[in-house]
């Protein structure tokens, strides 16, 4: 079995002079970069834990990561079965759940991919390639809860 290795580095810029003194003394802001890549991620907390509501959050950039996946596998599989894809866009919605005791988790992920094709014969199987692509996602294949695809596919 082939293995992938990543490594990102995540740090921590809200310190505002007293570190984490209470829980209102810091920021939540912090960067995201890796080597070779370009420019950074600006991160924060989600608002409702104080965060700056003009950074991404862990629960953005982990719905963009299912939606990305979702696109790249989708793309190739059309690519494979001569569907000829001219744009794609997607506004993935999901819902996360807290928990009494503050954590929380994801319960619920919708990708709504909105797929032009150059060829109304493949209508049906580019939307069923949706659930293929779902199957070959790395990234879903790493969820505990069901990913569901709402696709809505037009020819040009």
Not at 116 to 128: E, F, S
Request: hydrophobic share 30%; proline share 3%; aromatic share 8%.
């Amino acid at each position: 079995m082939k293995k992938h290795n990543y490594e990102v580095k995540t740090e921590w810029t809200g310190n505002e002079g007293n570190g984490t003194l209470d829980y209102k003394s810091y920021n939540r802001n912090h960067t995201i970069t890796a080597n070779g890549k370009y420019g950074e991620i600006k991160g924060s907390s989600d608002p409702s834990f104080l965060g700056d509501r003009t950074r991404y959050n862990p629960e953005d950039l982990f719905l963009s990561s299912l939606s990305a996946c979702h696109m790249l596998w989708y793309l190739h599989l059309c690519s494979v079965h001569n569907i000829i894809v001219t744009e794609y866009v997607d506004h993935a919605t999901g819902v996360m759940e807290e928990t009494n005791n503050g954590s929380g988790k994801f319960t619920r992920v919708t990708l709504h991919p909105k797929v032009v094709i150059t060829n109304l014969n493949m209508t049906t199987k580019a939307n069923q390639l949706h659930e293929e692509a779902n199957k070959m996602c790395f990234i879903a294949n790493s969820c505990n809860f069901k990913i569901e695809h709402k696709p809505n596919t037009t020819v040009e």
